[in-house]
């Protein structure tokens, strides 16, 4: 079944800027049936959804993230990428990718933990 | 866009049930049929319960169930059992591809 993976520094410094990788198996990013998300979870807290970038190249992001958020593809090594510049202590998270099929996500990766401190 | 309103808790004895309110705007809830539920146990990845208001995945149980009036969804748990206590998220598709999140309510099987 289709799995998805979440790597990426666990720190990073404030002003600096985060960047993860969610690696798909058991299915292809190629297929085009699904778009690719990146949600994230203040410790505690809710979930804020961030953006999705569908296989060829095309991308949507939450308004209040859209001008510090980057989402790319890789679609020869089926993965995908997120980047966030400028952080603060308010991007503390964690993070997690996921599938979505319209506008649910129907599979989400574990999640990695992601702290904004000097 | 701001999120959905969820109360914080909402409690019930094994074997009763237990609604979950989510209430939005016309412009997310209101608007579309469009609308997820997601539980999450401590530590884990939330899971897909209910999509486009009131449909279930394959291998969710039928004691879930949701539905939508107006700008309110609401989940249903029925018969509800001691793995059912966690944390309940809605979601609802909010325009221009746009998905937003309810702040989540904690469920307790007393």
């Known amino acids: 079944q289709v799995r998805l993976q979440e790597s990426g520094p666990g720190l990073v410094r404030p002003s600096q800027t985060l960047s993860l990788t969610c690696t798909v198996s058991?299915?292809?990013?190629?297929?085009?049936?699904?778009?690719w998300s990146w949600i994230r979870q203040d410790p505690g807290r809710g979930l804020e959804w961030i953006g999705y970038?569908?296989?060829?190249?095309?991308?949507n992001y939450n308004p209040s993230l859209k001008s510090r958020v980057t989402i790319s593809v890789d679609t020869s090594k089926n993965l995908f990428s997120l980047k966030v510049i400028s952080v603060t202590a308010a991007d503390t998270a964690v993070y997690y990718c996921?599938?979505?099929?319209?506008?649910?996500?129907?599979?989400w990766g574990q999640g990695t933990l992601v702290t904004v401190s000097s | 866009q701001s999120a959905l309103t969820q109360p914080p808790s909402a409690s019930g004895s094994p074997g009763q049930s237990v609604t979950i309110s989510c209430t939005g705007t016309?412009?997310?809830?209101?608007?579309?049929?469009?609308v997820s539920w997601y539980q999450q146990h401590p530590g884990e990845a939330p899971k897909l319960m209910i999509y486009?208001?009131?449909k279930r995945p394959s291998g969710v149980p039928d004691r879930f169930s949701g539905s939508k009036s107006g700008n309110t969804a609401s989940l249903t748990v029925s018969g509800l059992q001691a793995e059912d206590e966690a944390d309940y998220y809605c979601?609802?598709?909010?325009?221009?591809?746009?998905?937003?999140f309810g702040g989540g309510t904690k469920l307790t099987v007393v």
């Open positions: 996921a599938r979505e099929a319209g506008s649910d996500f129907d599979i």
């Open positions: 058991g299915g292809s990013i190629s297929s085009g049936d699904y778009y």
């Open positions: 970038i569908y296989y060829d190249g095309s991308t």
């Open positions: 016309s412009s997310d809830v209101g608007g579309y049929n469009y």
């Open positions: 486009d208001v009131s």
């Open positions: 979601s609802s598709y909010a325009g221009d591809n746009n998905v937003v």
